[in-house]
């Protein structure tokens, strides 16, 4: 493989930005209006309009198309809601223009109004919550509502609930090695590494996650995992069973530091396989999708041999991903039923070493841990977060009993651009709830 023609490619077709790169100044998002765009209009579209499995990362504003028609690009897997009867959202009393009003300040200390803070963040849609009923819901930039969304790393949340969930019924054991499970891992980054380790990535691997970075793994991991047409030249792993076993052990201890690595995500989604002999998509919709009275199918993008990307996958509607932060807000109970054990719930929201933490060089999440895939911020109203590149977001306030949910197309991936809008957001957000 020449590294060099593949790195540039990659980082390219990645739209991959430093997690520590300081905030540049964005593109205008009214000038990428994705109703105004013209993307994959007319029978067939014209050449500079086609949003292909080979462009859309490479070529903004094309992701503003492909973020709800990926399954339109690559293969995928459906997750059934399996004709239960749809369970209704209460509406509250609409708050639209008082929640667009509310002020806060910006990264660079310049006044912002919440309807700036989706704006800059690049909004497809948003949907709040206060005491389980909607008070705000909007499409922007003419996103339908019924389209599914990609969640890119909002999918490890959901993959680190099932595993939680899993453990608890004793199904699967947080304490037992990895290779208990996947004895193809043996000669591995992952040999001595325990399942908690795993789903709190402190298991030490060789594996560099850093984006922008032209010797980053995560540009091996694309490939194995499809997420782009390989170069021809292309010498590596193309499906991601291959792929895992050739990560090699890192300098460290297990255990001790969190880096953020999405291939642990996919380790754990190989184990919950392994252990459950079920799909991840066939978990989804019968413990939470069938649960929850979901409106529309969900669907898990695949590998070339039908392998999700349980690290960054799922596809769903606004009103369907409202659900999991309603379910965590609610300890997991949903209407009555208790869909997730509350002390799954429990074991998340109290968060991991913070002290670990801090060896992700996040340095745009202070006081933050990691905690069986979810973002726990340890501020005084116990809130946390499932977080996806380019924007993509679960928000629960327990103090303020709030859930928000937002898609979004950012042109730059890395949280550390949306995060720096993202926390005095919700902070102003929490104040006028209250």
Do not use: C
């Amino acid at each position: 493989m020449r590294r060099t023609q593949l790195t540039l490619a990659l980082l390219a077709s990645l739209s991959i930005a430093s997690a520590t790169a300081e905030l540049q100044t964005p593109l205008d998002p009214a000038d990428y209006r994705l109703d105004q765009l013209g993307l994959m209009q007319g029978h067939p579209p014209p050449a500079d309009k086609q949003v292909t499995a080979a462009n859309y990362l490479m070529q903004f504003p094309n992701l503003r198309w492909a973020f709800h028609h990926m399954r339109e690009l690559l293969p995928s897997r459906n997750i059934h809601r399996a004709g239960k009867p749809v369970q209704p959202w209460p509406q509250g009393t609409d708050q639209h223009s008082q929640i667009d009003a509310l002020r806060f300040d910006g990264p660079d200390g310049e006044a912002l109004s919440f309807a700036d803070y989706l704006s800059r963040t690049y909004a497809d849609a948003t949907l709040i919550l206060h005491n389980g009923e909607v008070i705000y819901e909007a499409y922007h930039e003419g996103m339908p509502a019924h389209h599914p969304h990609m969640l890119w790393s909002v999918t490890k949340s959901f993959t680190g609930l099932l595993a939680t969930q899993l453990i608890h019924e004793g199904v699967l054991d947080a304490d037992a090695l990895v290779t208990d499970y996947l004895p193809e891992l043996a000669e591995s980054g992952w040999q001595g590494a325990s399942v908690q380790q795993v789903l709190n990535m402190t298991a030490d691997i060789d594996y560099n996650e850093i984006y922008g970075d032209e010797k980053s793994n995560v540009l091996e991991y694309a490939m194995a995992a499809n997420m782009a047409p390989a170069p021809a030249d292309f010498t590596g792993y193309r499906n991601l069973t291959d792929y895992l076993p050739s990560i090699g052990r890192g300098p460290g201890e297990h255990g001790r530091e969190f880096i953020y690595r999405t291939v642990h995500t996919e380790v754990l989604g190989w184990v919950l396989r392994r252990a459950s002999q079920q799909s991840v998509s066939e978990l989804i919709s019968e413990r939470l999708w069938q649960q929850l009275g979901a409106e529309h199918d969900a669907y898990l993008l695949l590998d070339s041999k039908g392998t999700e990307w349980a690290g960054a996958g799922l596809n769903v509607t606004l009103r369907d991903l409202a659900r999991i932060g309603e379910l965590m807000r609610n300890q997991g109970n949903w209407q009555g039923n208790q869909v997730i054990a509350p002390e799954v719930v429990e074991t998340i929201t109290n968060g991991a070493d913070r002290e670990a933490f801090k060896a992700s060089g996040r340095d745009f999440m202070p006081g933050f841990s990691y905690r069986n895939q979810w973002w726990i911020s340890h501020d005084n109203d116990g809130s946390y977060y499932a977080l996806g590149v380019h924007g993509q977001m679960i928000h629960v306030n327990p103090s303020t009993n709030t859930v928000v949910v937002r898609f979004s197309s950012h042109p730059e991936a890395s949280s550390a651009v949306t995060m720096l809008y993202t926390l005095p957001a919700m902070a102003a957000l929490a104040d006028y709830l209250r």
